[in-house]
């Protein structure tokens, strides 16, 4: 285990390594300056803002500078909020979205679960086709357009809830809704899927032969083996929730971090885009490599090592 957890890790680094490298490597692709929106046409102005920000020095300096701020963590001042560093941003962002985030996992995995829990025991019934039309649905219908329609709807037309911001409870009803459907509609249909096919083993029937209560045959023995595949793409899931939250926090006005990485990118505001996207990879990889570690401990079958496997 330790000597697979010594070889995730040099992968992540490296991963990560490129995601920085590329990440540079497309602002500085970026024509022009990220002062010409300011309307500063005094060229002097310019030279000394490109000085302050070190955007004046040849590009193998603000490479090996960037690399330094990352390893020091400290991304530096914004250049639209002069007087906001990277770091504050973050800092004020990511709570909001890490809050945003986990409800919405949470609200996914539960719902998605029961759903194909609900589909499988019921097989080729109502409730089989009903909870996948739902899954169906929300496989199908985009987060923007959902969250568009349930504003419209639940907020605008029957104003049960706010319509945007983050403020309390009832604020975050209506973006989980929209965040969660889609992952939710995934772990459903694999639910659904792995527990078919674990309901036909042997030791399921082994156990119903024995005379152990349905409930307990289901959550103890069945549903086990059956969440393997969803342990193994919640990593993807993560991923896709906290992309995914970037367009429902602008949609929503939530204040998070996918609200500064957009504003950023339509104000080139080079060390947010490159603050934003480091911290969200390392994230990412990180959450990554804690699913598969929990995955191989999960399943004893799985072999983490060539010392182990042999």
Do not use: C
């Not at 086709?129 to 037309?157: E, R």
């Amino acid at each position: 285990m330790l000597k697979y957890i010594l070889k995730r890790l040099f992968i992540m680094v490296i991963t990560l390594w490129i995601i920085i490298t590329l990440t540079f490597i497309l602002m500085i692709s970026v024509p022009g300056s990220p002062f010409n929106s300011e309307g500063n046409s005094n060229e002097i102005v310019q030279q000394n803002l490109e000085r302050h920000y070190n955007l004046d020095k040849p590009y193998h300096i603000q490479y090996l500078l960037y690399l330094k701020s990352i390893v020091t963590l400290d991304f530096g001042p914004s250049i639209k909020q002069p007087n906001q560093t990277v770091n504050d941003l973050l800092g004020r962002g990511f709570p909001i979205s890490a809050e945003l985030g986990i409800v919405t996992i949470i609200v996914a995995v539960i719902s998605g679960i029961i759903l194909g829990i609900l589909a499988a025991l019921r097989h080729n019934g109502v409730i089989d086709y009903l909870a996948m039309g739902i899954a169906v649905l929300g496989i199908s219908v985009p987060n923007f357009i959902l969250a568009t329609l349930l504003i419209q709807q639940l907020a605008v037309n029957l104003e049960w809830f706010p319509v945007a911001t983050w403020k309390s409870p009832m604020h975050m009803v209506l973006p989980v809704i929209a965040l969660a459907t889609g992952p939710m509609a995934i772990i459903a249909r694999l639910t659904r899927s792995t527990m078919l096919e674990v309901l036909t083993q042997d030791y399921i029937k082994m156990a119903r032969a024995k005379g152990l209560p349905p409930w307990k045959i289901i959550f103890k023995h069945a549903l086990r083996n059956a969440l393997m595949p969803v342990i193994t793409i919640m990593g993807t899931l993560v991923a896709g929730i906290m992309t995914g939250s970037f367009v429902i926090e602008q949609i929503f006005a939530i204040p998070g971090m996918g609200k500064y990485f957009v504003e950023s990118i339509n104000h080139r505001d080079f060390p947010v885009i490159m603050g934003t996207t480091v911290f969200y990879s390392a994230f990412l990889i990180i959450m990554l490599f804690l699913v598969d570690i929990a995955y191989g401990i999960l399943d004893p079958r799985i072999k983490v090592s060539k010392k182990e496997g042999e």
